[in-house]
C-alpha cells in the first residue's frame, strides 16, 4: 500500500514524460520569449496608435488594461486546454498565429484608421488581445509540459514564472530603449512576426506536430507588402512621433511639421518672420510689446517643434540667444535635414525633457521663457504644476516674461486650471484667446482651440499687445483682473501631487488626423497634406 502512494506522490499520471521533447532550457527559452513579446507588442502598440488616438493618459490606461487582459485570459485558457490537449500540439499555432497576427498589425490598424475609424477601437483591441492571448498561453503550456513529478511542482512553476517576468523585463528595455530608437514600429512588429513564425516552424520539426508555418510565413509576407502601401506612412519615425514634413502648395517657402497627424508648426525657409499659426502671432505680439523693439534677449523654449518662434526672435531680434528643450531628438534632427535649421542663428537646441533643462539653467539667466510642449494635444503634465512654475519663475530675471501655448474645449477646465496655477506662481497673469473662449463674450458659446498665457512679476503693455494682436489679424483679445478671475471661478491650482491633466482637458468633437496643434490658422491648411508632445 506504501509503494502505491509512494508512486503516486512521485509523478503526474497524465503528465507526459521528460522524454517528449521539451527540456528545461527548451521550456524556458519559450517561456522567456513568448513573455517578452508580449511586451513588445503592448509597447509598440501605444506608439502605432497615438496618431489616432492621441498619446495620452486614456491611451496608455486603455492599452495596458487591454494587454493586461490578454495576458489573464490566455494564462487562464492555456491552462485549461492543455489539460485536455497534449500541449505539444499547441505551441507552434499559439507562436505562429500570433506571429502572423503581429506582422499584420500595422497595415490593418492604419487602413482601418483611415477608411473605417468607427471601428479603430476594436480593430486595436483584437491586435493586442489576440497576439497577448495566444503567447501568454505558451506559459502554462509549457508548465504542463515540464510537470513530471509531484516533487518539484513548486520548483517547475516558480522557475517559469521568474523566467516569463525576466522574459517580460527583457521586452520592455529592449523595446524602450533599443528597439523604437532604431527601428520603425513596422519594422519591430514585422520583424516579431517573423521570428514567432520561425518559432513555430522549430517546434513543429522538433516534434513532427502541427504543419501550418507555410501559410503563416505567407501571411508575414503579406503584412510586409501590404505596410508598404498602407495609409498613414511617416517619412520619419523618431523615438516619440510618426513625422511629416509637407510643403505648402500656395507658398513655395513653406514647410509644415506634422506629427501624429497633427500639424505642430509651421515655417517658411526663406522669411522666418512670417508666422501662419495665430497662436505664434499672438505669442509674437505679447512678446514684442513687452519688450523694446529689437532689443536682443535670453530665452528659453519648453518644446521645440519647428522652431519657429525662436527663428523668428533670431530674425528680429539680432543677437537673441535662444535655448530650445526638445525631447525628441528625431525632431532636431528634422530641423537640420529638412527645416533649414543651420549653426550661427543662435538657436541651440538639446535632446532633453523640459522640466529637467529647466533644472539646468541657472537663477535669474532667461528674459524669457515660451512653453510650447505638447504630447498630442496636451502639455506634458509635468510642465503645468505650481512647482514647474515655481522654477520657471526663478530662471527669469526680474523683469522677465513667461508666455505658453495652451489648447482646450468644452468647460476649458484644463486652460482655466493652468491659469489659477500660474496666478498662484506670478504677480501678473493674463490670458489671450478668441473673446468667446476667455469669457469675454459671454453669450456666444466658447469653441476652444488655443489660448495664449502670459505670466510675470512686473506690468506687461497689454494695451500695446492688443493693438499688435490686432495688427496680426488675429481677432484675438486679452482678459485679465475680474474678468480673468471670473473666468478662472473655482480652478484648483495644479501640483506634482495631482495634475489630472489628461481629465481636466477636453479635446474637440471633430478633432481628426486633419487636424491642427494650432487650430486657429490665418487660412485652412486641409490642402497642405492628404495624409489621415514632451515632446
Excluded at 6 to 17: F, N
Aim: aromatic share 4%.
Amino acid at each position: 500500500m506504501s509503494s502505491v502512494t509512494g508512486s503516486s506522490s512521485s509523478s503526474v499520471a497524465e503528465g507526459p514524460s521528460r522524454g517528449q521533447g521539451l527540456g528545461p532550457r527548451a521550456a524556458g527559452a519559450l517561456v522567456f520569449g513568448s513573455s517578452a513579446a508580449v511586451l513588445v507588442v503592448e509597447i509598440v502598440a501605444l506608439r502605432l496608435l497615438a496618431p489616432y488616438l492621441g498619446l495620452t493618459l486614456e491611451t496608455s490606461t486603455m492599452v495596458i488594461g487591454i494587454a493586461l487582459t490578454a495576458i489573464a485570459l490566455g494564462s487562464w485558457l492555456g491552462g485549461v486546454i492543455a489539460d485536455q490537449v497534449d500541449p505539444r500540439r499547441l505551441i507552434g499555432p499559439s507562436l505562429g498565429v500570433s506571429g502572423a497576427v503581429v506582422a499584420l498589425t500595422p497595415a490593418v490598424l492604419r487602413t482601418s484608421a483611415e477608411w473605417a475609424p468607427a471601428v479603430l477601437l476594436l480593430i486595436a483591441a483584437l491586435t493586442i488581445l489576440v497576439p497577448g492571448a495566444l503567447l501568454s498561453a505558451v506559459t502554462p503550456i509549457v508548465t504542463k509540459l515540464r510537470l513530471t513529478s509531484l516533487a518539484e511542482t513548486g520548483t517547475v512553476v516558480g522557475r517559469l514564472s521568474g523566467v516569463g517576468t525576466v522574459g517580460a523585463i527583457f521586452g520592455t528595455v529592449l523595446t524602450g530603449f533599443v528597439l523604437v530608437s532604431r527601428l520603425s514600429v513596422s519594422g519591430i512588429l514585422i520583424g516579431l512576426g517573423t521570428l514567432l513564425v520561425a518559432g513555430a516552424a522549430l517546434v513543429e520539426w522538433r516534434t513532427r506536430g502541427w504543419s501550418g508555418t507555410p501559410a503563416l510565413t505567407l501571411v508575414v509576407v503579406a503584412g510586409g507588402l501590404a505596410t508598404t502601401v498602407a495609409p498613414g506612412a511617416c517619412d520619419t519615425e523618431t523615438k516619440y512621433h510618426c513625422a511629416r514634413v509637407v510643403a505648402d502648395p500656395d507658398r513655395s517657402s513653406g514647410r509644415t511639421l506634422v506629427l501624429d497627424g497633427l500639424r505642430h508648426s509651421y515655417v517658411d525657409l526663406d522669411d522666418p518672420t512670417f508666422l501662419e499659426f495665430a497662436y505664434v502671432r499672438a505669442i509674437a505680439s505679447v512678446v514684442d510689446a513687452a519688450f523694446p523693439e529689437g532689443e536682443p534677449l535670453v530665452a528659453h523654449h519648453l518644446g521645440g517643434g519647428g522652431l519657429t518662434f525662436p527663428r523668428y526672435l533670431a530674425a528680429t531680434r539680432p543677437g537673441t540667444r535662444s535655448l530650445v528643450s526638445e525631447i525628441d531628438n528625431g525632431v532636431v534632427r528634422i530641423n537640420r535635414e529638412q527645416l533649414g535649421l543651420g549653426p550661427g542663428a543662435g538657436i541651440d537646441v538639446r535632446a532633453e525633457d523640459g522640466r529637467l533643462g529647466l533644472r539646468r539653467l541657472d537663477a535669474g539667466s532667461r528674459d524669457l521663457v515660451v512653453g510650447d510642449a505638447f504630447g498630442g494635444v496636451s502639455v506634458p503634465w509635468h510642465l503645468t504644476t505650481v512647482e514647474a512654475m515655481t522654477d520657471v519663475r526663478r530662471v527669469l530675471d526680474e523683469d522677465g516674461l513667461y508666455v505658453a501655448n495652451l489648447i482646450d474645449h468644452g468647460g476649458m477646465d484644463f486652460a482655466r486650471a493652468e491659469v489659477a496655477t500660474l496666478s498662484e506662481t506670478f504677480e501678473h497673469v493674463a490670458v489671450v484667446g478668441e473673446p468667446a473662449d476667455i469669457g469675454l463674450a459671454p453669450t456666444a458659446t466658447p469653441e476652444g482651440g488655443n489660448l495664449v498665457v502670459l505670466a510675470s512679476d512686473r506690468p506687461v503693455d497689454l494695451r500695446a499687445a492688443q493693438e499688435a494682436l490686432n495688427s496680426r489679424q488675429t481677432g484675438w483679445k486679452t482678459s485679465t483682473g475680474d474678468d480673468l478671475a471670473a473666468w478662472i471661478g473655482d480652478a484648483q491650482p495644479l501640483t506634482d501631487d495631482y495634475a489630472p491633466v489628461d481629465q481636466l482637458l477636453q479635446p474637440s468633437s471633430t478633432r481628426s488626423t486633419q487636424s491642427s496643434r494650432s487650430s486657429r490658422s490665418s487660412r485652412s491648411l486641409n490642402s497642405l497634406t492628404s495624409q489621415s508632445s514632451s515632446r
